[in-house]
């Protein structure tokens, strides 16, 4: 049996659906403030931040914005989402609870690793049932946002055999280059084709997945 290091948002979950509305609000908290015109940003300028640590994220979107304002920004879109979780506006992709099904039955140990923060995470886990399926959960959070490849060391401290990493963004896949264990780039994510160019395997749906665990 193998275990199976899961991102999160982008992989099982349809992120954008929560984090594009509760960024259009923060863009508007931002433009009042007068750090920014535009707050009408569309979808496909959206989606590049989901999967990155929320560190990564406004040091990139906002470098030269004032520490304190990042960190108020953050949280306001860290609470938005967590009220449309509340509100069921989260939705998990097509045939991902099917998958986790599946692999959970055929005795392979589920890992959740996601660049979130533990509130979120733990919203995730009582929304969808997350611990019907997973033996494991981690966010970066919780280890000041390291790289995933860097928790990696703890998880395979915990959990012995064999390993593969899913998701769709880089940081994904640094964890397979970097411990020498095979990934499924998940092509339907957030990432692009480039930051998964190093998988072993490419997956267009949650449903292709399970046929190269099988492999």
Known sequence: MINIIFDYDGTLHDSLKIYAPAFRSC???I?????????DYSNDEIKKWIGMDAKTMWDTFMPDLPHEYKDKYSAFIGNEMLTLINEGKAVLYDGAEELLGRLKADGHKLIFLSNCKRSYMEA??????????FD???CTEDYDFSP?????NEIKSVY????????????????????SIKAIGCTYG?????????????????KKIIEYIKE
Not at 164 to 177: F, L, P, Y
């Open 148 to 152: 995933k490849y860097e928790i990696f």
């Open 136 to 138: 494991g959960f981690y």
């Open 124 to 133: 995730h886990i009582n929304f969808f049932k997350l611990n019907r399926f």
């Open 27 to 29: 863009c508007k908290m």
């Open 160 to 179: 012995e055999g064999t390993y593969i990493a899913v998701g769709d963004r880089k940081s994904d896949m640094e964890i397979a280059e970097k411990h």
């Open 31 to 39: 433009a009042k403030d007068g750090f920014i015109m535009q707050t």
């Open 190 to 206: 957030y990432g692009d084709l480039d930051e998964l160019k190093n998988a072993n395997y490419f997956a267009n749906s949650p």
